[in-house]
């Protein structure tokens, strides 16, 4: 698996003065944040988190990476909170993907209201439960999920990031499968569009990243835009793994060889449908295509490698 197109973008919305969401679109590491607080404070929250967060490097990996992301986001936060008394009380929510490429692991963490989508196939899904009061009462059957759109502390949350010493964070991990789309947002977004009319402008955009962050954060503020909303989306695609393949050739007798002894295993030959689709695909260009835009893509690591080394000296 190999993360394909990203894209990030927030907006103010119509209604608000400042925007406090910040957002981070760097593979393998994607996030959302939305800051509370008085004054300049939830800015400073969100923007500390998506700097903590940032700052992570590589050495992170999976759940328990982004586990260990979002704790020390909260201590940075809590800590500038009790030293500075104009961000006393200050928080955010957060919501942050980290993709291990080699294994399709997609570890998601959350706190607040926040939310990770996942368009797999036809159906977008939220993969997120709100750390809210109205989806408390829906859980307990209280509230109608309907009544809990229109509901006048639906922004109220019941866990942010930096309000406390420690915080619990949600985490789970998705199995990406090649061709998935997440979507990372802020509630600025659900809670101006409803999930149908997300999913139809991200088919519209054709599940371009970049476009579907702009028709989305248009969506919004064609609603009304009443909250800032930022929104972040990734592919996930199958790995480009035709490299050696496509130096020897087609294996096209294998595979109508493989058939009769897989009969009735759907995995099995779907495997076989899509390795040779793959094949296909990048088979009639020469090995040699990718073998420079590898090295090309070598080159131009080394060289941003060089530029950041010279640049934090
Ligand atoms: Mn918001």
Redesign the pocket.
């Known amino acids: 698996m190999r993360i394909g197109r990203a894209a990030g973008l927030t907006d103010p919305g119509r209604r608000r003065l400042r925007n406090?969401?910040a957002f981070i679109c760097e593979p393998p590491l994607f996030a959302v944040a939305?800051g509370?607080g008085g004054a300049r404070a939830g800015e400073i929250a969100a923007g500390l988190a998506a700097t903590a967060l940032g700052e992570a490097g590589s050495e992170a990996q999976g759940e328990e990476g982004v586990v260990a992301l979002i704790t020390e986001a909260n201590r940075r936060i809590w800590e500038r909170s009790l030293a500075d008394p104009q961000t006393a009380g200050m928080g955010t929510?957060v919501t942050a993907a980290l993709v291990d490429a080699d294994t399709g692991a997609v570890g998601i963490g959350h706190v607040g209201?926040?939310r990770a989508y996942l368009l797999r196939g036809g159906r977008l899904e939220q993969l997120t439960t709100d750390h809210s009061l109205v989806a408390e009462l829906v859980q307990s059957g209280v509230l109608t999920p309907e009544e809990a759109e229109r509901h006048p502390q639906r922004?109220a949350i019941t866990r942010a990031l930096g309000t406390e010493p420690s915080v619990e964070v949600d985490a789970f991990t998705v199995q990406a499968e090649p061709g998935d789309l997440f979507l990372l947002c802020?509630?600025?977004l659900p809670?101006m569009v409803g999930e149908d009319e997300m999913h139809e402008a991200i088919e519209r955009a054709g599940r371009d990243p970049a476009r579907a962050a702009d028709a989305l954060v248009a969506a919004a503020n064609e609603h009304g835009g009443e909250?800032?909303?930022?929104v972040v989306l990734f592919e996930l695609l199958a790995a480009v793994d035709g490299a050696e393949a496509v130096s020897t050739p087609l294996p096209a007798p294998a595979a109508e060889a493989v058939d009769p002894e897989r009969n009735g295993d759907p995995d099995g030959s779907s495997a076989t449908e899509e390795s040779s689709a793959s094949l296909r695909r990048h088979g009639a260009g020469p090995g040699g295509r990718i073998a420079a835009l590898a090295l090309i893509a070598g080159v131009l690591v080394l060289g941003l490698l060089a530029l950041y080394l010279a640049t934090t000296q």
């Open positions: 406090e969401d939305d509370m929510t209201d926040s922004s802020s509630d600025g809670t909250d800032n909303v930022t």
